[in-house]
Nanobody
Framework: QVQLVESGGGLVQPGGSLRLSCAASGSIFSRNTMAWYRQAPGKEREFVASMTTLGYTAYADSVKGRFTISRDSTKGTVYLQMNSLKTDDTAVYYC???????WGQGTQVTVSS
């Protein structure tokens, strides 16, 4: 059964914007921290942003001021708004729910001119 489904990736030019979505099966936000991770080719998966059950957010230094995590509990969806994109942001982006341990299948983001 599908648990986390990401969407919204694509090809964008440097300086552009994208919004990623992560749809969750069931009402999990009240008991789980939701987070975004990314993995670039040849690199390890790294933390991007998170939001706790109480709505506290955290960001990797590399995306602070450019990315924003949010959620819509009525829709069971977590978002990652990405602005001022750089070529270094190119990666597969994954949604995660903790402590459930759920991972989505990932969505590709490519930043290139």
């Amino acid at each position: 059964q599908v648990q986390l489904v990401e969407s919204g990736g694509g090809l964008v030019q440097p300086g552009g914007s994208l919004r990623l979505s992560c749809a969750a099966s069931g009402s999990i936000f009240s008991r789980n921290t939701m987070a975004w991770y990314r993995q670039a080719p040849g690199k390890e998966r790294e933390f991007v942003a998170s939001m706790t059950t109480l709505g506290y957010t955290a960001y990797a230094d590399s995306v602070k001021g450019r990315f924003t995590i949010s959620r819509d509990s009525t829709k069971g969806t977590v978002y990652l708004q990405m602005n001022s994109l750089k070529t270094d942001d190119t990666a597969v982006y994954y949604c995660n729910a903790s402590p459930l341990g759920w991972w989505g299948q990932g969505t590709q983001v490519t930043v290139s001119s």
